[in-house]
């Protein structure tokens, strides 16, 4: 198997790391993992692809690519340049450093890049471990995504139905914030809601006196709905999150029929 790896914390990132061996185990020792990723950390930026200006891209090693966009930009760069001759079975995009789960999903990069690869037809995961308390202070806060990162990814690919739909499904799954040993297992969950917690802006002065805002994150400890994934996460459990890029809402199409 011949699988593209990306992320949004960069290239550099140990969350990289520790997706470069999880797709070595699911690729064999008769495939390969190739990389594209973000030259510097793109947190944040969604599906965004670098539309008005160029991407450089450099190599760094064997597979192994650096470029100056975003995540869906690396993804992109993949398809079309790096692997164009012979594209990839699979794509991940990882381990992210801290959770995707719930409101967070909307604005990952990391699933920026899945969302990319599924647009294109290519089977695509994106990995995020969820931080907290009970691993901040391990050797590797990523543990419970290495030990488990390969095993589920597989058994995802086991179970995915075939695509029946014009928009492709990719996959948001998120490792709870507990050591390997105390995963409690796997659940199959929709995206959930953080009742609350919002990203919000802090005003800040510079020493000349300029106003920046820096962006704030919401309180990540408070659990979305049962049966959604930020509630199985804070639950121990590893959420599996079937997605689209299909933003109608379907559920409400009947409704607005009297406005036609």
Same mark, same amino acid.
């Given at each position: 198997?011949?699988?593209?790896?990306?992320?949004? $914390?960069?290239?550099?990132?140990?969350?990289?790391e520790?997706?470069?061996?999880?797709?070595?185990q699911?690729?064999?020792?008769?495939?390969?993992?190739w990389?594209v /990723?973000?030259a510097?950390?793109?947190?944040?930026?969604?599906?965004?692809?670098?539309?008005?200006?160029?991407?450089?891209?450099?190599?760094?090693?064997?597979?192994?690519?650096?470029?100056e966009?975003?995540?869906?930009?690396?993804?992109?760069?993949?398809?079309?340049d790096?692997?164009?001759?012979?594209?990839p079975?699979?794509?991940?995009?990882?381990v992210?450093?801290?959770?995707?789960?719930?409101?967070?999903?909307?604005?990952?990069?990391?699933?920026?890049?899945?969302?990319?690869?599924?647009?294109?037809?290519?089977?695509?995961?994106?990995?995020?471990?969820y931080?907290?308390? $009970?691993?901040?202070?391990?050797?590797?806060?990523?543990?419970?995504?290495a030990?488990?990162? /390969?095993?589920?990814?597989? #058994?995802?690919?086991?179970?995915?139905p075939?695509n029946?739909?014009?928009?492709?499904?990719?996959?948001?799954?998120?490792?709870?914030?507990?050591p390997a040993?105390q995963?409690?297992?796997?659940r199959?969950?929709?995206?959930?809601?953080?009742?609350?917690?919002?990203?919000?802006?802090?005003?800040?002065?510079?020493?000349?006196? #300029?106003r920046?805002?820096?962006?704030?994150?919401?309180?990540?400890?408070?659990?979305s709905?049962?049966?959604? $994934?930020?509630a199985a996460?804070?639950?121990?459990y590893?959420?599996?999150?079937?997605?689209r890029?299909?933003?109608?809402?379907?559920?409400?199409? $009947?409704?607005?029929?009297?406005?036609?």
């Amino acid at each position: 198997m011949r699988i593209l790896i990306t992320n949004d $914390d960069g290239i550099n990132a140990p969350g990289l790391e520790i997706l470069t061996r999880i797709a070595g185990q699911i690729a064999g020792p008769d495939g390969e993992v190739w990389t594209v /990723a973000p030259a510097f950390e793109q947190s944040g930026v969604a599906h965004s692809i670098s539309y008005t200006h160029p991407t450089m891209i450099a190599q760094m090693g064997e597979r192994r690519y650096a470029a100056e966009g975003s995540p869906a930009d690396c993804v992109m760069a993949g398809l079309h340049d790096v692997m164009k001759d012979a594209p990839p079975d699979l794509v991940l995009s990882g381990v992210n450093r801290g959770n995707n789960s719930a409101e967070n999903a909307l604005y990952s990069g990391t699933l920026g890049g899945a969302m990319e690869a599924a647009l294109k037809g290519i089977p695509a995961m994106a990995l995020s471990q969820y931080f907290g308390p $009970d691993v901040r202070d391990l050797d590797n806060p990523f543990e419970a995504a290495a030990e488990h990162g /390969a095993r589920v990814v597989r #058994r995802v690919l086991e179970a995915a139905p075939g695509n029946t739909q014009d928009y492709h499904l990719f996959y948001n799954i998120n490792f709870p914030p507990v050591p390997a040993d105390q995963v409690r297992g796997l659940r199959v969950t929709t995206q959930g809601l953080r009742p609350n917690t919002t990203f919000s802006v802090e005003p800040h002065l510079s020493p000349a006196g #300029r106003r920046f805002l820096w962006v704030r994150g919401g309180d990540q400890s408070i659990a979305s709905a049962p049966g959604t $994934d930020a509630a199985a996460n804070l639950d121990g459990y590893i959420s599996v999150t079937p997605m689209r890029a299909d933003l109608t809402a379907h559920d409400v199409l $009947d409704h607005l029929k009297a406005i036609e």
